[in-house]
């Protein structure tokens, strides 16, 4: 029974960090154009972000119990899939483009009117 609650305790600590990494990155994403230093702001989220889910992982490596690990990347893993995946579905601009016209179309002669 402790086995069960130690691993949702991991599937919830790796969760909280898939929700910081997913959090962070998006906020970095939007103030990134504006930023006068964008260099700054994406390593220092990119520095900031690993820190803490390596810190996460750190404290769940110190129990010993490899199926808290497992536990926790199943939980990053799923917050980060949904995380994205919603934030494709409500901004736009996430949305892919189209697909580009094949160079063959491009080099093919037109016909004269």
């Not at 959090?23 to 972000?49: D, E, F, I, K």
């Not at 404290?59 to 199943?74: E, K, N, P, T, Y």
């Amino acid at each position: 029974m402790n086995e069960w609650i130690a691993m949702t305790g991991g599937f919830l600590a790796g969760a909280a960090a898939g929700a910081f990494f997913v959090a962070s990155l998006w906020w970095t994403t939007v103030r990134l154009p504006a930023s006068r230093q964008p260099w700054l702001l994406l390593g220092g989220g990119a520095v900031l972000r690993m820190a803490v889910v390596l810190g996460i992982l750190a404290m769940l490596a110190r129990s010993g119990d490899w199926r808290i690990l497992v536990a926790a990347a199943m939980g990053f893993a799923l917050i980060r899939t949904v995380g994205v995946c919603t934030i494709a579905q409500r901004d736009a601009s996430f949305q892919l483009a189209s697909a580009p016209i094949s160079p063959a179309e491009t080099l093919r002669p037109r016909s004269k009117p």
